[in-house]
Nanobody, 121 residues
């Protein structure tokens, strides 16, 4: 069974930095996409950043210039470097991946359990 495990969340003051990491484990033949989403209290989950097959990356406008997504292909990990954090970045951050577990199988969508990021003074 494919699993995604996030780490790196915590409490940070405004203007601070955190680095989230997500490790994919289990049967993995190919990873097409790895992304980060977040859900703030009382709000819907929103997309934050994505790495796509071929190395194409993109981040949501509100975090552009502050957040960076990077993929370590050899280790099946994706990281989200978050700088200049603001209180409005407070949310549970989720890792998401589109993975083909075995050669010839279909692509499946997987989610991690989430990691809390709190930005507060």
């Amino acid at each position: 069974q494919v699993q995604l495990v996030e780490s790196g969340g915590g409490l940070v003051q405004p203007g601070g930095s955190l680095r989230l990491s997500c490790v994919a484990s289990g049967p993995i033949f190919s990873i097409y996409r790895m992304a980060w989403y977040r859900r703030a209290a009382g709000k819907q989950r929103e997309w934050v950043a994505v790495w796509s097959d071929g190395g194409v990356t993109s981040v949501e406008d509100s975090v552009k210039g502050r957040f960076t997504i990077a993929r370590d292909i050899d280790k099946n990990t994706v990281a989200l470097q978050m700088n200049d954090l603001k209180p409005e970045d407070t949310a549970v951050y989720y890792c998401n991946a589109l993975i083909i577990p075995y050669e010839g199988s279909s692509t499946s969508n997987y989610w991690g359990q989430g990691t809390q990021v709190t930005v507060s003074s």
